[in-house]
């Protein structure tokens, strides 16, 4: 690592996958004049620019590119990114009456990340998992994948919320249409990651745990490192 | 203590003295559908109206109270509060190209606090002490105020920033014309909140800090209650 300037981060480009609080808000804390790069569809970058809060972080230090999806791009020097779409919805605060919760657009995005050897897929909001994308992720080596919740119904049986997991835009982890079931197919290693506090896998006894982990999923955890 | 439900915070009231980035962002992880009021000046509420990210704190959930300068209103059950202008400036991402740092108005406020016993203040942002709001808090039994910046030239020398206190609406602690001598003649109990990471005040054995504890004021620290 070079030098690091006083208020300097480590961090030398963010991508985000989505509009939704818990993907931007932690801009907020990055606006004391430290660059980097800020990659995002246009859809997401339009978002950020109908919310002038964001103007905080500077463009002339931290340039926003707009990235099309299904074209490749550098992320980082040598690591090449690729968007694509995959079902989910608006943000939250953009919702109207009627909600689409699996519309395929910018909005909600997977990333395709590559050092030219090997091959990485970031998927942290899906409501679906449809066949266009399992053959979309078929050459992935590892899969971090959104594992919000266990069942559709978590957040209403736990009375922590009265949307079901689809409605939030995110499919389940169990259940015939969920994840593991889904995606049981693929050769890749795979991770649940964007973990609700909800989720029964968080428990270290837990049936649903012993049953993610004895399907062969890993379970994120904070810090975490992930060589492939 | 009531029985609290599973996600209930013990916030019964937020009341917000400004629009920046520091003063509105916790809001957004205040949105888990747990009742408050939100109480605020038509200037401030109208920062988080044009800033849809926002929405996501629900107005069914967590009513958004317009308060008017210099009227008191309850606050929370046995607590009055006050608003009144002080010298400052709009928020850091309304800034146009010329920004005036000695505006009184809605946008910056402080706050008279009482329970019909005791008078505390709160002031977290105030560019510049002035005789019309020494007269305001003349009755305090207790002030918490602006300590962000021991000097002006602070983050231009630290080489944390460009910009010097009062241009970020924040009179310094220290010189002829600071919050020390300037508050000297107050009989109240004296706090400084509000201090920012380069204030040499934080530093336990640093001649500032002796300075200003041998002026007789307090550093506030992280969770500290007072007793007035």
């Not at 800020?38 to 905080?56: C, P, Q, S, Y």
């Not at 209403?156 to 499919?171: A, F, L, N, S, V």
């Not at 593991?180 to 693929?186: E, N, T």
Request: hydrophobic share 40%; with cysteine.
């Amino acid at each position: 690592m070079h030098p690091r300037a006083l208020r300097d981060t480590p961090v030398g480009s963010v991508l985000l996958t989505n509009g939704d609080i818990d993907h931007i808000a932690g801009l907020l804390s990055l606006r004391e004049q430290t660059p980097f790069q800020m990659f995002a569809t246009g859809e997401i970058h339009k978002v950020l620019a109908d919310n002038r809060i964001f103007d905080a972080v500077n463009r002339e230090v931290v340039p926003r590119v707009t990235v099309a999806l299904d074209q490749p791009f550098e992320l980082l020097p040598g690591l090449t990114a690729k968007l694509f779409a995959v079902p989910g919805k608006v943000p939250l605060f953009m919702e109207g009456t009627e909600v689409q919760t699996d519309l395929e657009g910018e909005q909600t995005v997977g990333v395709r990340l590559s050092d030219g050897a090997k091959t990485a897929y970031y998927i942290p909001g899906c409501a679906t998992v449809t066949d266009k994308l399992l053959d979309q992720i078929a050459d992935a080596d590892q899969l971090f994948f959104d594992g919000t919740l266990w069942d559709d119904n978590e957040m209403i049986r736990t009375g922590t919320g009265i949307k079901t997991g689809r409605r939030m835009g995110h499919i389940p982890i169990s259940g015939p249409d969920g994840s593991i079931v889904r995606l049981s197919g693929l050769k890749a290693a795979k991770t649940f990651i964007h973990i609700n506090n909800t989720n029964p896998i968080w428990q270290p006894d837990s049936l649903e745990r012993a049953f993610v982990t004895g399907n062969g999923w890993q379970i994120a955890a904070d810090g975490q490192e992930t060589e492939i």
